[in-house]
């Protein structure tokens, strides 16, 4: 193998490997740029278990088949925890937002994870979210002789796509007589929970209220 062509195999190497950086948010061409460097020159060891723990978690982390969030195991460890409160259901855009929920200390009832929220813009809409799935995880409840669900907290961001979601889903569930509370605005319009410290989410959750009042 003559040298021109090994700087070729090493020069698309790294450019594969500086193209599959930029897909983290927030990382333009120059960062990932830095990031593959920094790898290569400082942390060979880092890179090689940063690699294998991404191959692995592509490969064993699916979804809870009770709340939709990441897990590894057919139920998450929060849905397997038969002391959560079965009754009450919240519900919220991504597993970062659940994270947060559970970090304020303040609800210890079950979660359902979106994966999104409702965006025409994006293509994403009840059928591209799921909701027949989610409608059936409240109304086939119980789950393992657990207590159906009896109110639903809506826990989508103040974002103009998380209000159109829990507007909508908060109407077809009150038709269907279920009782629908809203976190209260602790959080700052157009903030995302994700961002939101956990006393003023802890709060919010605290002060829900009935959806439309």
């Not at 956990?198 to 009042?213: K, N, V």
């Amino acid at each position: 193998m003559n040298k021109k062509f090994q700087e070729e195999v090493q020069q698309d190497a790294l450019g594969r490997l500086i193209s599959a950086l930029k897909v983290l948010p927030g990382i333009g061409p120059k960062s990932a740029q830095r990031m593959a460097y920094y790898l290569l020159q400082h942390d060979r060891a880092g890179a090689q278990i940063l690699g294998e723990s991404l191959q692995f978690a592509v490969n064993h982390i699916g979804h809870c088949r009770m709340c939709n969030s990441f897990s590894e195991f057919e139920l998450c460890k929060t849905c397997s925890d038969d002391r959560r409160d079965s009754k009450i259901l919240c519900i919220v855009e991504t597993p970062s937002d659940q994270l947060m929920v559970e970090q304020t200390l303040s609800f210890k009832g079950l979660y359902y994870v979106l994966m999104g929220r409702l965006s025409p813009m994006e293509g994403q809409g009840p059928k591209e979210l799921g909701f027949d799935v989610l409608m059936n995880r409240i109304f086939l409840s119980p789950f393992d002789g657990r207590d159906p669900v009896s109110e639903v907290i809506l826990a989508t961001n103040f974002t103009s796509e998380g209000e159109a979601t829990a507007h909508y889903l908060g109407e077809v569930l009150k038709a269907k007589g279920i009782a629908i509370s809203r976190i209260a605005r602790g959080i700052p319009v157009g903030g995302e929970l994700e961002y939101v410290d956990a006393g003023t989410l802890a709060r919010a959750m605290m002060d829900r209220r009935p959806l439309g009042s």
